[in-house]
Structures are given as structure tokens and as C-alpha cells.
């Protein structure tokens, strides 16, 4: 049975917000770098035998991209979700899930600092829209904190995230073609659990808060590592190859949703009349982003 890949969309971005949440629910439990360090040690484990054959026969090609590959591994895998996770510890889910949904605009930036691409009408407009969403968030509906230069830093460091993101987004914009899916995202996610070794330890050994091992604590690094990772990852490959990437896009913007239902539920957060404002002109500046996208594509 074919499961509809507007199905397969949903869940990956289901998934995705549970992240956002799973993070901020076990912030006290187990240090950022740490849970970063064994999300990705599960995700190997997981997703090695569905990947292994094809890694062997394509492995020379990604010994070609050698540099490129280190770098989406770094900024994919390493830097994105650690920043994400230290800056849970310091902000709520809804903010950081709601920030996360600007990272269209900033691959539009970036696509236009170094690529050069020009910017429409619509993608101007969008991207305005976006960024003064995301100063709002961070501003916590008060322009005061401009003033008085008074900012949450747990949604900065969610911000610098975003960015590393993007970059990842955009190399793989760029090297789709030249590079193989899944052996690409086994071997980024075995450096960046090299990568996050050491610093992991050094955290386990120095910081003050010391891991609670407790079946929550464990469940966490589960879903986290399978779900948030392989299922998530397998299930919106599928959906963008069935539907399209222009189309698969607009799903982004249900991850803030879930993310902020299952913080409201399940954390007890309060979803605040900034942070709608702002989500929604977020998720707006995107959607208009994304007009000129489709009428490109039309013959």
C-alpha cells in the first residue's frame, strides 16, 4: 500500500516539532551536547544496514566531495542541532520552533549574498515580513528590549542555528545532483558524532548538571535518534520526490504548529499573543516567498 505523500509530509513535520519539544522537556536532564552526541550515535546505528550497500558502491564519489560533505556534516548534524538544544535551555520550544520556520528566507539571503541570485518583488516583500516576525518573537512583543538591548539568548543561539541550517539547506541545493541521498546522510551523521565526541565528553565530565538516567531520560534519546532523525528523514525524502520540492516546501510551516500543540500540552507552555503575531507573519513572509517559485516552474 502507497501511503500519499501529503501523509508522509505531515508526519516528518509531526516528527520535527516533537523534537522541539522532546529538547526543552529534557534540558535539565542531560546536557545539550551530550543528547546532540547520542541522537546521532543512535541515528548511525539505526540507519547504517538500510544504507551500507549503497555506501560501498558510492563511496568514491563522495571521497571526490570530501570538503563539501565535512561541511554539511558540520553544520548539518553538528552545529544545527547542538545550537538547538543549548538554546532549549534557555527559551521555550514555541519560540525556537517558530524562529526555525524563517530558514526559507534565509536560504533566499544567503542564495543572494553568495549566488547571486536576484530577489523578486515577492521574496523582498517576504522576507521583510519574516525577519520583522522573527524580531518580534525574540523581542517578546516589546520594542522596549531594542532600547534597552535586553534579548532572550536562548532564542539568539536558535537564530544562529537557523543559520547553519541554511548554509546546510543551501549545499544541498547545490550538490544534489552530485552527491547520493542516503550515503551522504550516513556518513555526515558518522563525522558529526565523531565531532561531538569529544566536546560530549568534556561536558560529562565538567558540567554541573549531571545526567539523569531515567526511562524519560532514555525515551528522549529514542525519539530523538529514530524518529526525529531516520523515520522523519526517510518519510519527507519520499513525500518531496512524489510531490515535488516547491509543493513539499509549504509543509515546513506545519512543524511551529505541532511544536507549539505538543508545548502547550505536554510542557505547559503558554502560547502568547507575540508569538502568534509573529509565527504567523513568519509563516506568511514564506508563503509569499514562495509565489514566485511555482510561477517559475509553470510552462
Known amino acids: 500500500m502507497k501511503i500519499p505523500p501529503y501523509?508522509?509530509?505531515?508526519?516528518?513535520?509531526?516528527?520535527w516539532g516533537g523534537n522541539f519539544v522532546i529538547g526543552r522537556a529534557v534540558s535539565e536532564?542531560?546536557?545539550?551536547?551530550?543528547?546532540?552526541?547520542?541522537?546521532?550515535?543512535?541515528?548511525?546505528?539505526?540507519?547504517?544496514?538500510?544504507?551500507?550497500?549503497q555506501l560501498k558502491r558510492e563511496w568514491r564519489l563522495l571521497k571526490r566531495h570530501w570538503f563539501?560533505?565535512?561541511?554539511?556534516?558540520?553544520?548539518?548534524?553538528t552545529a544545527f542541532n547542538t545550537l538547538v538544544y543549548i538554546g532549549l535551555h534557555y527559551t521555550t520550544s514555541i519560540n525556537a520552533?517558530?524562529?526555525?520556520?524563517?530558514?526559507?528566507?534565509?536560504?533566499?539571503?544567503?542564495?543572494?549574498?553568495f549566488l547571486k541570485e536576484k530577489l523578486s518583488k515577492y521574496q523582498l516583500i517576504g522576507t521583510v515580513l519574516s525577519l520583522s516576525g522573527v524580531a518580534?518573537?525574540?523581542?517578546?512583543g516589546s520594542f522596549t528590549r531594542i532600547v534597552d538591548f535586553t534579548f532572550n539568548k536562548g532564542d539568539l543561539i536558535v537564530i544562529a542555528a537557523v543559520l547553519c541550517w541554511s548554509i546546510y539547506s543551501l549545499l544541498i541545493k547545490q550538490y544534489a545532483t552530485r552527491l547520493p541521498g542516503q550515503?551522504?546522510?550516513?556518513?555526515?551523521?558518522?563525522?558529526?558524532?565523531?565531532m561531538l565526541f569529544p566536546f560530549s565528553l568534556y561536558e560529562t565530565l565538567s558540567s554541573a548538571t549531571a545526567i539523569h538516567w531515567e526511562w524519560s531520560t532514555f525515551a528522549a534519546i529514542l525519539y530523538v535518534g529514530i524518529f526525529a532523525s531516520i523515520i522523519a528523514f526517510l518519510c519527507w525524502n519520499s513525500g518531496v520526490i512524489q510531490l515535488g520540492a516547491?509543493?513539499?516546501?509549504?509543509?515546513?510551516?506545519?512543524?511551529?504548529?505541532?511544536a507549539s500543540i505538543f508545548a502547550v500540552l505536554f510542557l505547559d507552555e503558554k502560547l502568547h499573543s507575540f508569538q502568534l503575531i509573529g509565527g504567523l507573519a513568519v509563516v506568511?513572509?514564506?508563503?509569499?516567498?514562495?509565489?514566485?517559485?511555482?510561477?517559475r516552474l509553470q510552462p
Open 246 to 258: 516547491n509543493k513539499a516546501s509549504i509543509y515546513l510551516n506545519f512543524i511551529p504548529v505541532f
Open 7 to 15: 501523509l508522509l509530509l505531515v508526519l516528518a513535520t509531526l516528527l
Open 97 to 113: 520552533s517558530l524562529m526555525n520556520s524563517s530558514t526559507p528566507i534565509m536560504i533566499y539571503i544567503f542564495s543572494f549574498i
Open 29 to 53: 536532564d542531560i546536557p545539550p551536547l551530550t543528547l546532540a552526541f547520542l541522537r546521532w550515535c543512535v541515528a548511525f546505528i539505526i540507519f547504517f544496514p538500510i544504507a551500507f550497500h
Open 284 to 295: 506568511a513572509g514564506v508563503i509569499l516567498s514562495g509565489k514566485t517559485n511555482k510561477r
Open 136 to 140: 518580534f518573537i525574540i523581542m517578546g
Open 183 to 194: 550515503s551522504t546522510f550516513l556518513v555526515t551523521i558518522g563525522l558529526g558524532a565523531m
Open 68 to 77: 563539501i560533505v565535512i561541511i554539511l556534516s558540520l553544520t548539518g548534524v
